[in-house]
T-cell receptor, first 115, second 117 residues
Framework: NAGVTQTPKFRILKIGQSMTLQCAQDMNHNYMYWYRQDPGMGLKLIYYSVGAGITDKGEVPNGYNVSRSTTEDFPLRLELAAPSQTSVYFC??????????????FGEGSRLTVL | AQSVTQLGSHVSVSEGALVLLRCNYSSSVPPYLFWYVQYPNQGLQLLLKYTSAATLVKGINGFEAEFKKSETSFHLTKPSAHMSDAAEYFCAVSGETGGTSYGKLTFGQGTILTVHP
């Protein structure tokens, strides 16, 4: 009954370092998303994927990259970390059925601090 | 384009009082609307959703929301607040269908609900 699993839960980076946030889902969802959450700003979409091998930019993609080689995994890579990337990152997934409504299933989040 | 506005970043109620969290949306197509709840240090979980069936939607933990097209609103209510309802609540809209935009949600800024004894 895992759902959406994110690792790590916490990470501190120095400016200029790189890292990858991992996300895996076991619900056979085609659609996967990365959001960032900043206080008072709600959630902003970074990247999303509608299936293996297909990704697209969201609202705030700068400074990030993604890949989707399998249905299950959707890692988010931060290149050259900057203080502005200090945030809580959420991975989410959803169905692709014909009666799809947009309900998202979220992981527990990854809290990243860039110093 | 679609957008969501949640009126009030903080709402404080007494235990047993009515909870009312306001959400207004804009969408160029008939929307799907959602309320999510986030407890401290956790991910978001779905409270309820409107998918063009009944306009009054009942969710978990005694919450409900009414879709009012004329007012472009989807306010969340609960008749009697409980201490365990303290959390942050997000309204979201999904109105885009087809192509690679399918299924993306646009979230409001969130409303923090505090419940006093």
């Amino acid at each position: 009954n895992a759902g959406v699993t994110q690792t790590p839960k916490f990470r501190i980076l120095k400016i200029g370092q790189s890292m990858t946030l991992q996300c895996a889902q076991d619900m056979n969802h085609n659609y996967m998303y990365w959001y960032r959450q900043d206080p008072g700003m709600g959630l902003k979409l970074i990247y999303y994927s509608v299936g293996a091998g297909i990704t697209d930019k969201g609202e705030v993609p700068n400074g990030y990259n993604v890949s989707r080689s399998t249905t299950e995994d959707f890692p988010l890579r931060l290149e050259l970390a900057a203080p502005s990337q200090t945030s809580v990152y959420f991975c989410a997934s959803s169905y692709s059925a014909a009666d799809y409504t947009g309900e998202l299933f979220f992981g527990e989040g990854s809290r990243l601090t860039v110093l | 384009a679609q957008s969501v506005t949640q009126l009030g970043s903080h709402v404080s109620v007494s235990e047993g009082a009515l909870v009312l969290l306001r959400c207004n949306y804009s969408s160029s197509v008939p929307p799907y609307l959602f309320w999510y709840v986030q407890y401290p240090n956790q991910g978001l979980q779905l409270l309820l959703k409107y998918t063009s069936a009944a306009t009054l939607v009942k969710g978990i933990n005694g919450f409900e929301a009414e879709f009012k097209k004329s007012e472009t609103s989807f306010h969340l209510t609960k008749p009697s607040a409980h201490m365990s309802d303290a959390a942050e609540y997000f309204c979201a809209v999904s109105g885009e269908t087809g192509g690679t935009s399918y299924g993306k949600l646009t979230f409001g800024q969130g409303t923090i609900l505090t419940v006093h004894p």
